[in-house]
């Protein structure tokens, strides 16, 4: 039997934005991290109204995790976030 994720569980749990995919798997601290790096570096250019939480994990879901963890490392590393 397959387990339910933590926020069908505990409803003080973070509900994540994308259903699957690589994203649902980290941490919300991670994930807020990721999506703030993200908007600040990688998706300046784009209007604000266009970058959304549901953006930032569907572009976090194609790049994977060995990215993800890259940017998440260097971004700690130089007190970016």
């Known amino acids: 039997m ?4 933590d926020y069908l569980i505990d409803p ?20 807020g991290r990721l999506h703030q790096i993200l908007r600040k570096v990688h998706l300046r250019s784009f209007p604000a109204e266009w970058i959304t939480d549901y953006e930032c994990d569907k572009l976090l879901d194609a790049w994977g995790p060995a990215v993800a963890q890259t940017l998440v490392k ?5 007190q970016f976030v």
Not at 12 to 31: H, K, Q
Request: no cysteine; proline share 7%; glycine share 4%.
């Open 12 to 31: 003080t749990a973070i509900v994540p934005v994308a259903e699957s995919g690589f994203s649902t798997t980290i941490s919300a601290l991670d994930r």
């Open 74 to 78: 260097a971004a700690v590393d130089a």
């Open 2 to 5: 397959q387990s339910l994720p």
